[in-house]
C-alpha cells in the first residue's frame, strides 16, 4: 500500500461515512451486507429474512434464519478489504442465537522514518466479534448484540465492549415493522497510548419498513445519528460551502431504501444516503455520491446478493454477498 492509502485510512478512522469525526470503531457502523449498502448504508427494520439483519439490529435475529450462514465482502479504496459473517441457530429451550465477525483490513502499509526513508512495512486492522440473541413477546421482539471490538495499527492497538439493543414491533399479519435500536452503547478497554482518548460511535436509531398492499415495493426508512440532531458537518471558512438549512440538516438523519419484489427469488434494490451524497460531493459535482443500487437472487438453497454503492464521486465499490441454508444443503442431495 503506497502513501495515499494511509491517508484513506485515517480518512476511514475519522468517521468518514457518518461524519462522526469524533469517535473510534467507525468500522462498526458500516454497512453489513449487500442487502444494507443497497438499501442506502442505514437500515435496522426489515419484513424479509436475512441473517445478516441481526448485525444491524438484533431485534431481526429470527428463528427462520436457523442454520442459516451468510459472508459479505467489500473492496475498498486502496488495498482496504471489508468482509462479514454471519450465522444462527435456535435451540429448543434457549431460543435463536446469532454469532457474527466483522473484520476490515487495511494491507500493508509502507514506513517512513522522519527523513522519508524507508523502513519496511506494517499491518493494520480492526476486528469485532458478535452474540445475538432475540426474544418475542407477542407483536414485540427484543434483542441484544454483545460486542467485543479490536483496533490495530502498528504497535499500537484499542478494545472496546459494546452493546447493541434493540426492540420491534411487527404486525401480525402485514408487512410492517417498527423499531427502536441504541448501537454502541459501551466503553473502551484498552487505549492506543497513555494520550489518546477513544471513544464508541454511540447512535440512536429508529427505522420503518412496510409494503402495501398489491403493489410489488417495500419502503425502509430509518432516522439514525438521533443523539446529536444539530451535528453536521460544515465550514464556513470555505467559501464553496453553504450553510446547511433546517430541511438539509433534517434529512442528513434519514436513510431511504426501496425494494423492487419483482419475484420471491429475484428483488431489486434502491438506496439514497442524504448524509452521504451532502459531506462526501464534490461543490461542483454530486454525481451518484449517496446512491445505491443492487439486486438478489435466489438459487435453490443460496442466495447471492450485489450492491453498488457510491460514496464520493469519484468512483464506486461493490458489495458481495452469499447466504445459504445449511439445513437444505445438508438434507438434500441435490442443491442446484
Same mark, same amino acid.
Given at each position: +500500500? ?60 429470527? &428463528? ?50 522522519? &527523513? ?12 469485532? =466479534?458478535?452474540?445475538?440473541? &432475540? ?6 421482539? =427484543? ?15 484499542? &478494545? ?6 434493540? *426492540? ?8 410492517? +415493522? ?20 477513544? $471513544? ?86 454530486? *454525481?451518484? $455520491? *449517496?446512491?445505491?443500487?443492487?439486486? +438478489? ?40
Amino acid at each position: +500500500m503506497k502513501k495515499p492509502a494511509v491517508v484513506i485510512l485515517l480518512w476511514i478512522q475519522a468517521g468518514f461515512l457518518f461524519a462522526q469525526i469524533d469517535n473510534s470503531f467507525q468500522y462498526l457502523d458500516l454497512p453489513i451486507g449487500a442487502r444494507v449498502a443497497g438499501l442506502g448504508g442505514v437500515i435496522n427494520t426489515s419484513t424479509d429474512d436475512d441473517v445478516n439483519l441481526f448485525l444491524s439490529n438484533p431485534a431481526l435475529l429470527d &428463528s427462520a434464519n436457523d442454520n442459516h450462514v451468510s459472508w459479505s465482502y467489500l473492496g475498498f479504496y486502496a488495498d482496504v478489504k471489508y468482509n462479514t459473517l454471519a450465522y444462527a441457530k435456535t435451540f429448543k429451550k434457549a431460543g435463536t442465537f446469532g454469532i457474527g465477525i466483522q473484520h476490515l483490513g487495511y494491507g500493508s502499509i509502507d514506513s517512513y522514518d522522519a &527523513s522519508g526513508n524507508s523502513i519496511g512495512s506494517f499491518d493494520a486492522n480492526e476486528t469485532a =466479534l458478535v452474540v445475538s440473541h &432475540s426474544h418475542q413477546l407477542s407483536v414485540f421482539k =427484543l434483542g441484544m448484540n454483545l460486542k467485543y471490538a479490536y483496533s490495530g495499527i502498528y504497535t499500537y492497538n484499542s &478494545s472496546a465492549l459494546a452493546l447493541d439493543i434493540g *426492540g420491534a414491533f411487527i404486525h401480525p399479519e402485514k408487512e410492517f +415493522m417498527v423499531s427502536v435500536l441504541f448501537k454502541n452503547v459501551g466503553f473502551v478497554m484498552s487505549e492506543y497510548s497513555d494520550t489518546s482518548n477513544s $471513544s464508541l460511535p454511540t447512535d440512536l436509531q429508529v427505522g420503518l419498513t412496510f409494503k402495501p398492499e398489491h403493489m410489488p415495493f417495500r419502503f425502509s426508512f430509518t432516522g439514525h445519528n438521533l443523539f446529536d440532531l444539530n451535528e453536521t458537518y460544515y465550514d464556513e471558512n470555505l467559501a464553496s460551502n453553504e450553510e446547511p438549512d433546517v430541511v438539509d440538516r433534517i434529512f442528513r438523519h434519514i436513510n431511504i431504501g426501496t425494494e423492487i419484489l419483482l419475484s420471491r427469488n429475484f428483488n431489486i434494490r434502491l438506496g439514497y444516503n442524504h448524509l452521504v451524497r451532502k459531506e462526501l460531493s464534490l461543490s461542483e459535482k454530486s *454525481g451518484l $455520491s *449517496g446512491m445505491s443500487m443492487g439486486l +438478489m437472487a435466489r438459487i435453490k438453497a443460496f442466495e447471492l446478493s450485489y450492491t453498488f454503492t457510491t460514496y464520493h464521486v469519484d468512483s464506486g465499490r461493490s458489495y458481495f454477498t452469499l447466504t445459504s441454508n445449511l439445513n437444505r444443503v445438508f438434507k438434500k442431495k441435490s442443491i442446484i
